[in-house]
């Protein structure tokens, strides 16, 4: 009985900013690793941000610079801050956090970037 719910996602003009929520609910005892992924029409899913329990982050190379990724461990949520946003980034973003009961995902939010 694990939920994850995504919200923020949006359409935004290039150079904007978007910031996605992620809320994690059930048994969850403790999580080893958040992350955001995001699937662009005719690509592979790839991991935008990911924040380890010790509190460690990483980013993909294309979004190093624009893209935060943070947390609140009292509220189960993991944040995405979207800056300086191309249209390249328009995606589905999902949430994803790894138990130690398993691996789970959010159902995804719509992000669009136009020109």
């Known amino acids: 009985q694990v939920q994850l719910v995504e919200s923020g996602g949006g359409l935004v003009q290039a150079g904007g900013s978007l910031r996605l929520s992620c809320v994690v609910s059930?048994?969850?005892?403790?999580?080893?690793?958040m992350g955001w992924y995001r699937q662009a029409p005719g690509k592979e899913r790839e991991l935008v941000a990911g924040?380890?329990?010790?509190?460690?982050?990483n980013y993909a190379e294309s979004v190093k610079g624009r893209f935060t990724i943070s947390r609140d461990v009292a509220k189960n949520t993991v944040y995405l801050q979207m800056n300086s946003l191309k249209p390249e980034d328009t995606a589905v973003y999902s949430c994803?956090?790894?138990?130690?009961?398993?691996?789970?995902w959010g159902q995804g939010t719509q992000v669009t970037v136009s020109s």
């Open positions: 994803h956090v790894a138990l130690p009961t398993g691996n789970y």
């Open positions: 059930g048994r969850i005892f403790s999580i080893n690793f």
């Open positions: 924040i380890t329990r010790a509190g460690s982050t």
